[in-house]
């Protein structure tokens, strides 16, 4: 099968639900979510057929790869799609809310079939070996997250999100493509598989220019995974924009981000002259990102702030994992990470935005007596917390174990140290949700209701995260 | 007869799970507990002590590429362990009164921390041993939260992050143990690294004993690691503190018995003067602070991490009289304190309060109550009959055997029962003995439940105080001969 098949798909599916949405007069919108949701499970299906990669020498080779972190995580973004597009239905009250309606169901329909169009970006970026092909599949995907973010276009938060990340967003698009030219300019390519005979045959005096543009890139890079110094878009962003796109961003965009600066690394680190820079570089930012990530997530009081934090703490274990890419278990573990991850992440959200709808907001005191008022998503939460924290027996535990094992076989001693710490600060945190549906007495003690939808998200999810932390032995062959 | 062993971890989270589709809590979790008992009763029974070794064994490969599978085994060492686990978990669901709310989470989050400390005796992979130990962090979470006394929320705080950071420590040691293994013959599979230890094949490296030390050491409470224990176990619920001081502490000595002495022999040497000034901090410094308490529980909470002391002094000997002895405190010291702490929580449950200022004379209301209090305190001073003497005496003579070195911390040691005498007798004249204040007169005595549940502790210690043998025979299986 040709390898760009699935994104088409993806695209086409897009189109398809718009002409649908706008030639419908169905005012009930979630059939649009369902059909999207439906038709990602057919493309991931699709997925599991045999490919042919691109041919050599033709001109996708040239542009897009198909190995197994490219076939891992195009599965990972549509799993993650599938999810988000699953729990706008019930987010649609809060839509409602702050949409302006001439005619029931106006201008809701679009939400869920945008992140169809991210969804074929960010498959595209997993795949790309070529600068130019990152910056498009890249733009693809941020400016329908644009949209996205600032859709509750009635709501202050939304806006103020959206106008942040389209800032930041837009700047960190002039980093990229300004570190592009550089790269250019001193290797004359942009293929990162040409990369590095390239950097080996340059006269010293190229080092530095080229060193300049390698930086930017990943100031750029770093925005998107979050990393700190680059990291302050986050939390506001996560606190303001609609939780399902919250979600998103954290999991599947984050991912994408993720392989990106994988591949350039790769690229990198096989050149003796920059190696030991690069990896200085990383280091640091593991370092900064840790630090700041748990420690600036301890006195939240929002738990989409908090979750937010917590994807800047997550990014700094990952960057432990990319930082020892020395080892070659680094690629697996970190696939496994966001496999776990995702589960552990879309289930803390996918409870959040029901508590929130029932209670009306985002604090972690509305989770007060959940666990009187909804064992089963109490009993969710605690799961998908405990997982985030890294108990054993569930998700997170795996990912951080393999994490701290190919850190402790590249001689990473000072960043493990420092992650004991950070994984304390952590159980402080997610253990803040736990007190709250536990310890406090809820406000009301009205059971609340949950929809089929969500019982089946919690049961995939929850299994996911369990599964995963018990017998983590096929999903680990499949990174290898 | 495997089967019977992972029977022993599935019956806990199979009754959790019954409670939580609606079953009737307390009858399911005690039957499932009562169950247990007498599987363990049997695989202890049916041990072949002659063969000796690693016997009821079951494997599941779990990541068979990185040499880690789900491992379960017994020998004489684990199944001792079994058989405290077991009968601390009766005693406690038994003790446990009812509770008004989320009745269901009291019993399932007790199952499973009974499920946890069964599966880290049992397991026979490191990592398992491990994670099964962790699957009681967020019970003792919930239970110290919801159900304590005092000041319960920053009790439960304390001890959350001090054993989940400690736990990490552990389980970077384990990484790097696991690391320092020549790549191709990693395992984590004890009887594997044993071969492995004997004939010289990894390198064993004093930082990663010290780390494991380190970690062990803070689920254990070793000095200076100890300030979480006292204020979780005074304010947890009576059953929560039975199953935490009684087992799950035993858990880091356990690990340290199965991983440390045999992977790191000469190690453990070279921090063996280290250990030694943590053992006297242990047993003076924390000896002389429980004197200085207040409150029972409080009394009861630090001496239970003075005693831990003697158990590292027996393993500082690193001789097989030393382990031995400290295996059998360990037996000893988990029925004696998860008995104290029944007997504290009934004595909080009529009175609602353990001031010893307050306390007085109540042997006269409750005369059985007192009686078996009586009991409780001369096993925990270590009297001779109970099995606390048995233990304390071989860890002495270990200790002694070992050489010149350890004359300090032997007198430190045997001064410690001075000042363990001193606490102990102190609490019982204080709250059971004197004139009785009038607002105790109207006292019930303890009920039946109470009673049984605490001479179930009692009985064990007493035949294993007479005929130590019992459990001497099955910890020399685990040992070198």
Known sequence: ??????????????????????????????????????????????????????????????????????????????????????????????????????????????????????????????????????????????????????????????????????????????????????????????????????????????????????????????????????????????????????????????????????RLLVALVSVPVISHKIQVVVTL???????????????????????????????????????????????????????????????????LTVVSEVTGGDEISRFNGLGRRSPLL??????????????????????KLLVFEVAIKQGHYGLVALGCVTVAAGFYY??????AMYWQQPAEETPIRVTFTVKLLIAVLGAGILAFGIYPAPLLSALR | MSLLLILTILLPLAASLLIMVGADPRRTALGAAVLNLAASLILFFSYDQKAGGWQFLSEWKILPKLGINMTLGADGLTLTMLLLATLVTVSALWVAPRVGKHEGLYYISLLFISAGVIGAFASLDILFLYSFHELALIPTFLMIGIWGSGDRQAAAWKATIYLGLGSFVLLIGLIALYISIPSGHRTLDLRELEQMAALGAFHPSVWVCLILLAGFGSLVSLFPFHSWAPPAYACAPAPAAMLHAGILKKFGLYGLIRIALPL????????????????????????????????????????????????????????VIGINGAALLMFAHGLSVAAAFALCGEIRRRTGTLDYAELSGLAKATPVLGLLFGFVAMASVGLPGFANFAGEVLVFFGSVAYGPVMIIPVIVGVWGVVISAIYMLRAYRNVFWGPIAQRWEGLTDIGPAAKWSVILLLAPLMIAGFYPQFILKMVGTALPR
């Not at chain 1, 109490?378 to 990912?399: E, H, K, R, V």
């Not at chain 1, 997610?430 to 007190?435: A, C, D, G, L, S």
């Open chain 2, 264 to 319: 790191y022999p000469e190690a453990m040497q070279e921090l063996n003067g280290l250990l030694l000034l943590l053992v006297i901090g242990n047993i003076l410094y924390i000896g002389y602070v429980t004197v200085s308490q207040k409150r029972l529980d409080w009394t009861i909470g630090y001496s239970s991490v003075m005693h831990m002391g003697y158990i590292f002094l027996g393993l500082a000997a690193l001789n």
């Open chain 1, 285 to 351: 930012l593991a370092v900064l990102t840790l630090i700041f990530g748990n420690f600036a997530a301890i006195p939240q009081t929002n738990l989409k702030r908090l979750l937010g934090y917590s994807s800047v703490a997550h990014a700094g274990y990952l960057l432990m994992a990319v930082a020892s890419l020395g080892s070659k278990m680094a690629i697996p573990a970190i696939g496994f990470y966001f496999a776990g991850y995702l589960v552990m992440t879309m289930l803390a959200f996918v409870v």
């Open chain 1, 1 to 262: 099968m040709n390898t760009l098949l699935l994104e088409i798909a993806v695209v086409l599916l897009g189109v398809v639900l718009l002409l649908a949405e706008a030639y419908s007069n169905r005012s009930d919108k979630n059939y649009l979510a369902y059909l999207g949701a439906a038709g990602l499970f057919g493309v991931l299906v699709l997925s599991f057929c045999p490919m042919h990669p691109p041919a050599v020498g033709s001109t996708e080779a040239a542009f897009v790869t198909q190995d197994i972190l490219s076939v891992f995580f195009v599965r990972f973004t549509l799993v993650s799609t599938i999810v988000t597009l699953l729990m706008i239905p019930g987010y649609r009250p809060v839509l409602e809310r702050y949409l302006p309606a001439e005619r029931a169901g106006g201008g809701i329909g679009e939400f869920a079939i945008l992140p169809l169009f991210v969804c074929a970006g960010l498959m595209w970026m997993v795949s790309s070996i070529d600068f130019i092909m990152i910056f498009v599949s890249l733009e693809l995907a941020t400016i329908t997250l644009y949209i996205l973010a600032t859709y509750l276009r009635q709501n202050t938060a939304s806006l103020e999100a959206g106008t942040k990340f389209l800032i930041l967003g837009a700047l960190s698009t002039g980093f990229i493509v300004y570190g592009i030219s550089w790269i250019f300019g001193t290797t004359g390519t942009t293929n990162l598989l040409a990369l590095p005979t390239a950097i080996s045959t340059l006269p010293e005096s190229a080092i530095t220019p080229l060193l300049f543009g390698i930086a930017m890139i990943l100031v750029a890079l770093s925005f998107k995974i979050s990393a700190f110094p680059f990291q302050f878009w986050v939390p506001d962003v996560y606190q303001g924009a609609p939780t399902p796109v919250t979600a998103y961003l954290s999991v599947a965009s984050k991912a994408a981000g993720f392989v990106v600066l994988m």
């Open chain 1, 430 to 435: 997610y253990f803040k949700v736990i007190r």
């Open chain 1, 378 to 399: 109490a009993g969710a939460m605690l799961l998908a917390s405990a997982s985030l924290a890294g108990i054993p027996f569930t998700a997170g535990f795996i990912g």
